[in-house]
């Protein structure tokens, strides 16, 4: 029996002011950082449902299915950004086609320069690129990856720094996402989505639970904290 289809509903809000919340200006590059993030967000048609990747389901006959359901965006499953960058056999496994739009390729990987490859290979035939940084999986563990990369900010921001400005030179439509789960404290998960959007993240997505807060079949066990991607959402001026 096939499982449900893993669907977000996006908080994304609106745009901010110039002057926020906290009676302070915000600098102009900020403001164009941001108004070119949330010009994105409209040229994809502000979707509301996101297909999640899912290992094994997300290919393209699944997303497209999902979209005449009424699907807004899809991702792809997480791929593997060595491979991808590495070998034109390994990206033919992954094909595109141009009614499967908007589409969000995630890659799993903790390699700038792998990233960086690999976010170019994908950015022409599609509308986001993200990193994956809330997988929570043995595998992602042992290669350093994932949820496991929040371990190491300074690696990580390196990682959406070298994302950022492969996209940017591959297709300047195409966004610089990444996926994130939360610390149990939640000032420390707000600084790191903030690293972030300084970094480069034109789209933050936040899976609100922590590492340790289920993963695959165990998810369902701990629901999301929604305060905690409140937070993000209302510290960082990009789509969240």
């Known amino acids: 029996m096939m499982r449900q289809p893993r669907v977000m509903f996006i908080a994304t809000g609106g745009r901010k002011s110039k002057y ?13 950082r941001d108004e070119a993030a949330w010009d994105w967000w409209a040229r994809i048609g502000q979707p509301q449902t996101w297909l999640a990747p899912m290992v094994g389901l997300s290919e393209p006959a699944f997303r497209m299915l999902c979209r ?31 009614e499967d739009r908007p589409l969000v390729v995630q ?10 490859a690999a976010a170019a290979f994908a950015a022409p035939h599609c509308d986001g690129v993200e990193l994956n940084v809330g997988c929570p999986q043995r595998c992602a563990r042992r290669g350093g990856y994932g949820a496991f990369l929040m371990d190491n900010p300074d690696l990580l921001v390196r990682c ?3 994302m950022a400005r492969a996209i940017s030179l591959a297709n300047s439509q ?3 996402c990444v996926k994130i789960r939360c610390f149990d404290d939640t000032a420390a998960t707000v600084a790191l989505a903030q ?17 340790d807060g289920g993963g695959g079949k165990r998810t369902g066990k701990w629901p999301a904290n929604w305060d905690w991607i409140r937070a993000v959402k209302h ?3 990009v789509p969240v």
């Open 195 to 211: 690293q972030l959007q300084d970094a480069g993240a034109q789209c933050i997505t936040v899976h609100g639970r922590t590492r």
């Open 20 to 32: 926020t919340a906290s009676h302070s200006w915000r600098k102009d590059s900020d403001m164009a």
């Open 174 to 176: 195409c966004a610089c």
């Open 68 to 98: 005449s359901h009424g699907c807004g965006i899809c991702s792809t499953e997480m791929i593997d950004a060595a491979g991808y960058a590495r070998s034109s056999r390994y990206r033919a496994r992954y094909p595109f086609a141009p």
């Open 107 to 116: 890659l799993g990987g903790s390699n700038p320069e792998d990233l960086a």
């Open 235 to 237: 510290a960082v001026g």
């Open 160 to 162: 959406v720094k070298a």
